[in-house]
Protein backbone atom coordinates (compact mmCIF):
# COMPACT_ATOMS: atom_id res chain seq x y z
CA UNK A 1 0.00 0.00 0.00
CA UNK A 2 1.61 3.43 -1.04
CA UNK A 3 -1.00 5.73 0.91
CA UNK A 4 -2.62 6.29 4.25
CA UNK A 5 -5.09 8.33 5.45
CA UNK A 6 -7.65 8.38 7.68
CA UNK A 7 -11.77 8.02 6.52
CA UNK A 8 -13.28 11.05 6.54
CA UNK A 9 -16.98 10.01 5.62
CA UNK A 10 -18.06 6.24 4.16
CA UNK A 11 -21.99 6.19 3.53
CA UNK A 12 -22.74 2.34 4.05
CA UNK A 13 -25.99 3.10 1.70
CA UNK A 14 -24.67 4.58 -0.46
CA UNK A 15 -21.38 2.67 -0.91
CA UNK A 16 -18.57 5.62 -0.78
CA UNK A 17 -16.98 8.32 1.25
CA UNK A 18 -13.69 10.30 1.20
CA UNK A 19 -10.38 9.46 2.89
CA UNK A 20 -8.45 12.12 4.04
CA UNK A 21 -4.79 12.01 3.33
CA UNK A 22 -1.73 15.07 3.55
CA UNK A 23 -1.93 15.87 0.02
CA UNK A 24 -6.34 16.05 0.32
CA UNK A 25 -9.22 14.05 0.05
CA UNK A 26 -9.25 11.13 -2.25
CA UNK A 27 -12.66 9.27 -3.35
CA UNK A 28 -13.34 5.45 -2.29
CA UNK A 29 -16.34 3.57 -3.22
CA UNK A 30 -17.09 0.70 -1.68
CA UNK A 31 -16.18 -2.05 -4.42
CA UNK A 32 -12.61 -0.91 -3.36
CA UNK A 33 -12.58 -1.92 -0.23
CA UNK A 34 -10.39 -5.31 0.88
CA UNK A 35 -11.39 -6.15 4.18
CA UNK A 36 -13.81 -4.73 6.52
CA UNK A 37 -16.44 -1.91 5.48
CA UNK A 38 -14.62 1.67 6.67
CA UNK A 39 -16.22 3.77 9.12
CA UNK A 40 -15.75 7.59 9.91
CA UNK A 41 -12.26 7.73 11.56
CA UNK A 42 -10.72 4.74 10.84
CA UNK A 43 -6.51 4.66 10.03
CA UNK A 44 -6.41 2.81 6.15
CA UNK A 45 -3.98 2.03 3.68
CA UNK A 46 -4.45 2.10 -0.06
CA UNK A 47 -3.34 2.23 -3.38
CA UNK A 48 -4.07 5.68 -5.07
CA UNK A 49 -4.83 5.33 -8.94
CA UNK A 50 -6.23 7.20 -11.66
CA UNK A 51 -9.98 7.23 -12.35
CA UNK A 52 -10.18 7.47 -15.95
CA UNK A 53 -14.05 8.17 -15.97
CA UNK A 54 -13.86 10.85 -13.57
CA UNK A 55 -10.88 12.52 -14.73
CA UNK A 56 -9.61 12.12 -10.68
CA UNK A 57 -7.69 10.22 -8.31
CA UNK A 58 -9.46 7.12 -6.46
CA UNK A 59 -8.63 5.16 -3.55
CA UNK A 60 -8.31 1.33 -4.46
CA UNK A 61 -7.50 -2.27 -2.48
CA UNK A 62 -8.52 -0.07 1.06
CA UNK A 63 -7.29 -2.04 3.92
CA UNK A 64 -7.79 -1.35 7.68
CA UNK A 65 -11.81 -0.90 7.90
CA UNK A 66 -13.24 -1.82 11.32
CA UNK A 67 -16.70 -2.15 10.31
CA UNK A 68 -18.55 -5.23 11.05
CA UNK A 69 -19.81 -7.12 7.60
CA UNK A 70 -23.27 -7.03 9.01
CA UNK A 71 -22.97 -2.92 7.69
CA UNK A 72 -22.59 -4.32 3.73
CA UNK A 73 -25.83 -5.51 3.98
CA UNK A 74 -27.57 -2.90 1.06
CA UNK A 75 -30.95 -2.69 0.71
CA UNK A 76 -30.64 -4.09 -2.64
CA UNK A 77 -28.73 -6.77 -2.96
CA UNK A 78 -27.81 -10.19 -1.40
CA UNK A 79 -29.36 -13.32 -0.31
CA UNK A 80 -30.24 -16.62 -1.19
CA UNK A 81 -33.00 -18.21 -3.61
CA UNK A 82 -33.89 -18.60 -7.02
CA UNK A 83 -36.26 -15.28 -6.91
CA UNK A 84 -34.62 -12.70 -5.57
CA UNK A 85 -32.45 -11.68 -2.63
CA UNK A 86 -32.41 -10.46 0.80
CA UNK A 87 -32.38 -6.77 -0.14
CA UNK A 88 -35.10 -4.14 0.04
CA UNK A 89 -36.50 -5.18 -3.34
CA UNK A 90 -35.82 -8.66 -3.09
CA UNK A 91 -37.10 -11.90 -0.96
CA UNK A 92 -35.68 -15.02 0.52
CA UNK A 93 -35.78 -16.61 -2.40
CA UNK A 94 -38.86 -19.06 -3.01
CA UNK A 95 -40.31 -22.63 -4.47
CA UNK A 96 -40.19 -23.57 -8.10
CA UNK A 97 -43.00 -23.30 -9.75
CA UNK A 98 -44.28 -24.65 -12.98
CA UNK A 99 -44.97 -22.57 -15.29
CA UNK A 100 -48.54 -22.48 -17.53
CA UNK A 101 -49.11 -21.50 -20.78
CA UNK A 102 -52.00 -19.08 -20.62
CA UNK A 103 -51.62 -17.73 -24.54
CA UNK A 104 -54.46 -20.18 -25.55
CA UNK A 105 -56.56 -18.83 -22.92
CA UNK A 106 -56.63 -15.16 -24.45
CA UNK A 107 -59.01 -14.45 -26.87
Not at 18 to 34: C, K, P
Not at 36 to 65: C, H, I, T, W, Y
Request: hydrophobic letters at 35%; a neutral charge; charged letters at 25%.
Amino acid sequence: MSCAGVVKFFNVTKGYGFITTERGDVFVHANDVAGNPLQEGDEVFFDEVFDEMKQKMRASQVQGGTGSHMMNKGKFGGGGGKFGGGGKFGGKGGKEIDVVDVSCLVQ
